[in-house]
């Protein structure tokens, strides 16, 4: 099965920083998708990215798409404490979604 | 819009028991997947459910066995509880045109907390 791997697998940042997670993958894909999970909560949906699209954005968020290098990065620009989470990136194609250990983002206000 | 919701939320049972952990998909949505995340890990898939037909596997027993109803409901089944089944399940509705589909958005519910002493 497809599995990304995100990098850091931590990383903390100062509120209005801006912070950058990272997803490498081995196989091919339709698309890859970003979520969020608060902890003990269930995941979010933030961003879906198809494999023809090499940037997209939603707010805050900016989602980089190479497939040839066969990874994506998430940036989250003037991160605020609420952005505090777990993200994970998941892969998308003849597979179920797989998602990775996830990046934990903590924002210190 | 009603969203993915999930019964119990918390739930302790003893090694070797049975439990049904329920989940209401999200209005018009017919996919129902389930996920198993242990603490610190990311989310394993143990299966998926199409218009009522599992319509994919992880790496899981037969001991975990599923359903979903025709109005798109699903239970998660695990027979003869190991302690390494403690874990948050997870619970995720999606939409897809035909044959299930791996590419739709997942809506997730929070979970139920499983806990085997």
């Known amino acids: 099965s497809q599995q990304g791997e995100e990098d850091p697998q931590a990383l903390s940042i100062q509120e209005g920083e801006n912070a950058t997670m990272n997803c490498s993958y081995k196989?091919?894909?339709?698309?890859l998708q970003w979520y969020r999970q608060n902890s003990g909560r269930g995941l979010v949906h933030l961003i879906l990215?198809?494999?023809?699209?090499r940037e997209k954005h939603s707010g805050r968020l900016r989602v980089t798409l190479d497939t040839s290098k066969k990874s994506s990065s998430l940036l989250i620009t003037a991160s605020r404490a609420a952005d505090t989470a777990s993200y994970f990136c998941?892969?998308?194609?003849?597979?179920?979604?797989?998602f990775g250990k996830g990046t934990r983002l903590s924002v210190i206000a | 819009e009603t969203g993915v919701t999930q019964s119990p939320t918390h739930l302790i049972k003893t090694r070797g028991q049975q439990v049904t952990l329920r989940c209401s998909s999200q209005?018009?949505?017919?996919?129902v997947s389930w996920y198993q995340q242990a603490l610190g890990q990311g989310p394993q898939f143990i299966f998926q459910?199409?218009?009522?037909?599992?319509?994919g596997r992880g790496n899981f027993p037969p001991r975990f066995s599923g359903l979903q109803f025709p109005n798109y409901s699903s239970e998660l089944n695990v027979n003869a509880l190991e302690l390494d089944d403690s874990a948050l399940y997870l619970c995720?509705?999606?939409?897809?045109?035909?044959?299930?589909?791996?590419?739709?958005?997942?809506?997730f519910g929070n979970g139920t907390r499983l806990t085997v002493t």
């Open positions: 995720a509705s999606s939409t897809a045109k035909q044959g299930g589909s791996y590419n739709s958005p997942l809506h």
């Open positions: 196989t091919s894909i339709n698309n």
């Open positions: 990215i198809r494999s023809n699209e």
């Open positions: 998941a892969l998308s194609g003849n597979t179920p979604l797989v």
């Open positions: 209005s018009g949505h017919n996919t």
């Open positions: 459910y199409y218009r009522e037909e599992e319509n």
